[in-house]
T-cell receptor, first 115, second 112 residues
Framework: AQSVTQLDSHVSVSEGTPVLLRCNYS??????LFWYVQHPNKGLQLLLK??????LVKGINGFEAEFKKSETSFHLTKPSAHMSDAAEYFC?????????????FGKGTKLSVKP | NAGVMQNPRHLVRRRGQEARLRCSPM?????VYWYRQLPEEGLKFMVY????????ESGMPKERFSAEFPKEGPSILRIQQVVRGDSAAYFC??????????FGSGTRLTVV
């Protein structure tokens, strides 16, 4: 069975400082991993995805994530936070069993950015 | 390309009424997924449909909930006799056969 654990429910950083949002996954299959962002009362926007190519994945808005199989982690980082980054972030896993699987979402991490 | 369109954006229903949520997938997408987001929770898979077929409904509550994706028109998620616990954001996503999910902006259902 697949699962995703987001280790922090809330992260607070100052503007201009680095962001680290942690995610660990469990999957019996070769997983695809995603990070989505949700701004208040908005839909979900895909930040980046890993699908067994390069382990360091670059996404939109300066975010990137590194797939570490040995640690079963897929942490999201950004070198310098911006006020507009304040939102909720979801780590997501999907299996690749050949048929369309469904997405398994973590519980989310709320990112606050202080001026 | 208009993306995944969900309507209404907000829906208020009294307990016992029916709620109908619509989702029009992206052009060229033949797979539709419904997810529910309860307050302070991540999204939970409900159902996966292709045109005229339910492929996986393992996340659907056994009673009062149904979904369809007819040959013509949008996918519909129907909740009969709503209760307060149905209050949530319901998101639809669509994809091609190869994957590549795109989410809609969601319908926020409030049961009063």
């Amino acid at each position: 069975a697949q699962s995703v654990t987001q280790l922090d429910s809330h992260v607070s950083v100052s503007e201009g400082t680095p962001v680290l949002l942690r995610c660990n996954y469990s999957s019996s299959y070769s997983p695809s991993l995603f990070w989505y962002v949700q701004h208040p009362n908005k839909g979900l926007q895909l930040l980046l995805k890993y699908t067994s190519a390069a382990t360091l994945v670059k996404g939109i808005n300066g975010f990137e994530a590194e797939f570490k199989k040995s640690e079963t982690s897929f942490h999201l980082t950004k070198p310098s936070a911006h006020m507009s980054d304040a939102a909720e972030y979801f780590c997501v896993v999907s299996d690749d069993r050949g048929s369309q699987g469904n997405l398994i979402f973590g519980k989310g991490t709320k990112l606050s950015v202080k001026p | 390309n208009a993306g995944v369109m969900q309507n209404p954006r907000h829906l208020v229903r009294r307990r016992g009424q029916e709620a109908r949520l619509r989702c029009s997938p992206m052009k060229g997408h033949s797979h539709v997924y419904w997810y529910r987001q309860l307050p302070e929770e991540g999204l939970k898979f409900m159902v996966y449909l292709q045109k005229e077929n339910i492929i996986d409904e393992s996340g659907m509550p056994k009673e009062r909930f149904s979904a369809e994706f007819p040959k013509e028109g949008p996918s519909i998620l129907r909740i009969q006799q709503v209760v307060r616990g149905d209050s949530a954001a319901y998101f639809c996503a669509s994809s091609t056969r190869q994957g590549g999910y795109t989410f809609g902006s969601g319908t926020r259902l409030t049961v009063v």
